[in-house]
């Protein structure tokens, strides 16, 4: 549980030195600043501004980059490049590019999609003979255009002559069991129509007033797509063209960001009445001799003096693991950093959460996979462990989930009669099984065991979150009530422990005794007379959560059996579809989707362990001892990648 200790700074240097002291705060970067108490007033609008349209160029040319781009973009780089490409590159004309390109696409796709509309409504009226701009009344009639199921055209015209309608009905088209029709009515009889036409479910429709015929409409539309299409095609290979200059561009943003952040660190400092500048800021405790020997040697006048926080200040968290244990840092930021006075939690939630993410997966095959995709981009790209903690967690997960899924026997959900003979062993009772394996997930004894296990781990975890709670209490002075609001939950546990293994009639006295005390402590608080009534309603609501809570451990069994069920359906699936094939194609058939299943059922299940465990962490563990909601450690340095 380590959280770096900080402490708050006061930087007190020669006003002729200010842009040398920013200069060597931003190279060194274990600074972080805070604002002075009258800090200058200076618009950032223009800046900020300037820095979201480079974003905007270097995300839509990201998209139309090639992977030789991508590479050289991702490249480190050194502060002579950086301030080269700023000097150089013309950021305003390639922005302003881009933006006539977004228009331009804008307009080209309103367009087509009106056109496209515009077919889809004018699809059932190809064979309408007149112009959509004619005139739909003469002096006598009236046209009118609707739709009708095309069963009860018949015996809507049957109605209308029966009931002396004067009308002449045309069929223009049929389309999904619907007619498109258009009905030319005397004026008189335009009521009497329209009610006989709504008791057969006709629907009015008004065209739009165009010229031209229906055919002559939708070729033009066609047109009109055409070139939105290859307007769009042209302004897609100009950004391409563009997306050369993505390199330099992402130099530019990180050349702003350092302007940016030098000005903010003017902004911080305050002036005294004589000729020296103040900063303010936070550093870990560990570093502050380093920073002022440093600052020392190049700066000539120059002072570090260690100040209180001020009152109610909150305290920057940064967090400090073993190798080890720090790619498991990226689990506990998903929940949010500890408070400052809390301890780190992640070398508690580590082995948990890598056991957890493991039997989830249970399949050793799956896990060997992932090890191998994580452990293949660490190595190609030399992500170190405290910099890239999401890729390393998931390559030891998947290093865990290879060992721990061999006793269960999960191998790309094969069965061990599909395996050959000499990966297999025979039990003396005639059931074949993996090398390695002791539980068959086939079988309700494997179920049962995997399930009971769930639920041990389930308690043991929540336990270990009672006493966290009750020794966090306990070293910040409140003992009593650790003793009596934490461990009397442990003495419980261990009561009960000792009468199922050795059930006689002093353990289950011991029980008894445990439950009572139990019982008093969970009513720490109250009056003495109220506590026997708050500790029962304690043991109450402790029952409740403790079951509740244990139950949610179950999904540990419920992924794991939907892991291997999932790797079984891709199997059956290639298998049954190599079948419709003869051999010498079934075989690459099967093979594809063998490897496509499987990655699919890799990513899925992969995410689906990743969430759970966590979420085993956040609600079950964390609800136990953990508040959160610490704000990270933000040091003012220069960043190169």
Sequence with gaps: MAVIEMQKVAIIAHDSQKEQLIDALHKEGVMELSEAKAPVAIDHTDVNFRAAELKFAITVLKENASKETHSVANKSTNEQEVVHAARHTDVRGIVDELHKLEEADTEAERIKKEALKLQEVLAPWTSLPYSLASDAESQTTVRILGFISTIKLKDLENELKEKGVRTDIAEIGTLKNLSSVAAHVYKEDRKSFDEAAVTFGWTNVELPAMEGLVPELIEKSQMQIKESESIQRKNAEKRKSLSVELPNLVKVLRYINWLDDKQCAREAMSKTETT??????????????????????????????????????????????????????????????????????????????????????????????????????????????????????????????????????????????????????????????????????????????????????????????????????????????????????????????????????????????????????????????????????????????????????????????????????????????????????????????????????????????????????????????????????????????
């Design 276 to 641: 020296t500048t103040t900063l303010l800021g936070w550093i870990p405790k560990k570093k502050l001799q380093a920073l002022e020997a440093k600052l020392q040697d190049n700066l000539n006048a120059v002072a570090i003096l260690k100040i209180k926080p001020d009152e109610n200040e909150e305290v920057p968290v940064l967090l400090s693991n073993p190798l080890a244990i720090a790619p498991f840092e990226s689990v506990t930021n998903l929940y949010g950093n500890p408070l400052y006075t809390e301890g780190d939690p992640t070398m508690s939630l580590a082995p948990f959460f890598a056991l957890y993410f493991a039997l989830c997966l249970t399949d050793a095959g799956y896990g060997a996979v992932l090890a191998a995709i994580f452990g293949i981009a660490i190595w190609k790209k030399k992500l170190k462990i405290r910099e890239s903690k999401l890729a390393w967690t998931l390559f030891l997960g998947g290093i865990v989930t290879f060992f721990v899924s061999i006793p269960f026997g999960g191998w790309f959900g094969f069965a061990p009669e599909q395996a050959p003979a000499f990966l297999t062993r025979t039990t003396s009772d005639g059931n074949v099984l993996f090398l390695g394996q002791i539980w068959n997930l086939s079988t309700q004894s494997g179920i049962n065991f995997l399930q009971n296990l769930s639920l041990c781990l389930g308690i043991t975890h929540l336990f270990y979150g009672m006493f966290l709670a009750g020794y966090h209490k306990w070293i910040h002075g409140k003992k009593v009530e650790a003793l009596w609001m934490d461990f009397t939950s442990h003495l419980l546990l261990g009561s009960v422990i000792t009468y199922a293994l050795l059930p006689t009639p002093y353990t289950l006295y011991i029980l008894y005794a445990s439950l009572i005390i139990l019982i008093w402590g969970k009513g720490y608080g109250a009056k003495w007379f109220l506590r026997p009534i708050v500790g029962a309603m304690g043991l109450l609501n402790f029952g409740i959560g403790l079951l509740s809570n244990t139950l949610s451990y179950l999904r540990i069994l419920a992924l794991g059996l939907v892991t291997g069920a999932i790797a079984m359906a891709v199997n059956q699936v290639a298998v049954e579809v190599g079948k419709l094939f003869p051999i010498w194609i079934s075989v690459p058939v099967m093979i594809g989707i063998f490897l496509m299943g499987h990655l699919i059922s890799i990513a899925l299940n992969t995410l689906g362990s990743f969430i759970h465990s966590g979420r085993l962490q956040f609600i079950e563990f964390f609800s136990q001892f953990f508040e959160g909601g610490g704000r990270s450690f933000s040091p003012f340095k220069r960043s190169i990648n």
